[in-house]
């Protein structure tokens, strides 16, 4: 192999391997992306949920019902949130805490179920 051959296919070979490792990094970058956003999206979860079991806690002697509890579920949401790096739109929120509050209803419901025998 001559000496111009030989380095055209070694700047070939280089070339081609640039290219692989630019290709992987993207989908390494992606499922990178994804894994964050799906481990941000749980977070969410769990902050929407203790934000809804603690209203429950406190409604009582607040004496707050229906819109104010939600309210006062979307404020401590945001704010626990804020304290993570958390940011989402209001109504991601909205249906975070209402996903929370039909999950707490369920949960009673079985504890009920389950303390009657049905």
Known sequence: MTPDIQQAVVQVLTDLIRLAALV???YVAAW????VTAAQWQRAQDI????VWAVEQVAPRLRIQG??????ALEDARRLAA???LRLTDQQWRSLIESAVKDLK???AEVKAAATGT
């Open 24 to 26: 992987v990094a993207g």
């Open 32 to 35: 990178v992306r994804q894994h």
């Open 48 to 51: 929407a949920r203790t934000a």
């Open 67 to 72: 819109e104010a509890k939600l309210q006062r």
């Open 83 to 85: 304290a993570h790096g």
């Open 106 to 108: 369920q949960a009673v």
